[in-house]
Antibody, heavy 122, light 108 residues
């Protein structure tokens, strides 16, 4: 079974750093892009960026460029999302998801991880 | 900036047909994808490439496309279909992905 398992909920203070993880299993981790999606409380989904674990090629949404860092360690089939200095506005649920690419280059997310809730509060 | 526009809410009675639309200027050239998100759960893809249904998704879910609008249709709505639904596509240059604002489907 293809699964993405994310790290647990985090409570942090403004200005602190954080790295959350997403571990893939049941498939060849290096052959699929992994994406990150933010969902602020009571709000919709926002695409943050993606990474190709085989070579760490990374693309960011313009809205998140410079705000977060996406990385991966293919030796342990794990992708990461990190912040160097959290803000209260980073409070949200964060999902990772595997990107499916068909032979024509069309792509979508399936499956998704269970989500990691990040709370930033003083 | 490019946007995908969905109605905030749609309400139907059980057994009726629900239609959720998503509009965007690039949709005539780009496929759309639909995700269902139930409360407290991660999203699940229910339609990909405008009209394709993944295995395991009930046949009552279907998708269509016409010009700048794509539509998710749920025929014979059941109580378990109550959820938020998001369309997703890419901008015309495939630079980035984006999601619509989401539609809350209420089963009366």
């Amino acid at each position: 079974e293809v699964q993405l398992v994310q790290s647990g909920a985090e409570v942090k203070k403004p200005g602190e750093s954080l790295k959350i993880s997403c571990k893939g299993s049941g498939y060849s981790f290096t052959n699929y892009w992994i994406g990150w999606v933010r969902q602020m409380p009571g709000k919709g989904l926002e695409w943050m960026g993606i990474i190709y674990p085989a070579d760490s090629d990374t693309r960011y949404s313009p809205s998140f460029q410079g705000q977060v860092t996406i990385s991966a360690d293919k030796s342990i089939s794990t992708a990461y999302l990190q912040w160097s200095s959290l803000k209260a506005s980073d409070t949200a649920m964060y999902y990772c998801a595997r990107r499916i690419d068909d032979s024509s280059g069309h792509n979508w997310f399936d499956p998704w991880g269970q989500g990691t809730l990040v709370t930033v509060s003083s | 900036s490019y946007e995908l526009t969905q109605p905030p809410s749609v309400s139907v009675s059980p057994g009726q047909t629900a239609r959720i639309t998503c509009s965007g200027d690039a949709l005539p050239k780009k496929y759309a994808y639909w995700y269902q998100q139930k409360p407290g759960q991660a999203p699940v893809v229910v339609i990909y490439k405008d009209t394709e249904r993944p295995s395991g998704i009930p046949e009552r879910f279907s998708g269509s496309s016409s010009g700048t609008t794509v539509t998710l249709t749920i025929s014979g709505v059941q109580a378990e279909d109550e959820a938020d639904y998001y369309c997703q596509s890419a901008d015309s240059s495939d630079t980035y992905w984006l999601f619509g604002g989401g539609t809350k489907l209420t089963v009366l």
